[in-house]
């Protein structure tokens, strides 16, 4: 079965970093673009960055624009989020995302979330 395991949250102080990293497994990862997300309390989950299935194709939530980087590993079938220059604002969980096209019809499919709270 697909699986997401999202790791590498914690408590940062404003204007440090973060890597998370997102394993993934059950599925044929290098085919598949994938995606962070998160999502404040009280605030609507929303993308931060999509990454296509080869890596040559990147995009990011404007807010995150030159602090955050997406990446993948397809022989590790890994994607990180390299997170510099943390802000408050950017305290909430953190979500792995892929979307599969079966047969069926496509799906979505989710990590459990890695919190990641910056805070003086």
């Known amino acids: 079965q697909v699986q997401l395991v999202e790791s590498g949250g914690g408590l940062v102080q404003p204007g440090g970093s973060l890597r998370l990293s997102c394993a993934a497994s059950?599925?044929?990862?290098?085919?598949?673009?994938m995606s962070w997300y998160r999502q404040a309390p009280g605030k609507e989950r929303e993308l931060v960055a999509r990454?296509?299935?080869?890596?040559?194709?990147?995009n990011y939530a404007d807010s995150v624009k030159g602090r955050f980087t997406i990446s993948r590993d397809n022989v590790k079938n890994t994607v990180y989020l390299q997170m510099n220059s943390l802000k408050p604002e950017d305290t909430a969980v953190y979500y792995c995302?892929?979307?599969?096209?079966?047969?069926?019809?496509?799906?979505?499919?989710w990590g459990q979330g890695t919190q990641v709270t910056v805070s003086s």
């Open positions: 990454i296509t299935s080869t890596g040559g194709y990147t």
């Open positions: 059950g599925f044929t990862f290098s085919n598949h673009a």
């Open positions: 995302n892929t979307n599969i096209r079966w047969v069926t019809g496509p799906v979505d499919y």
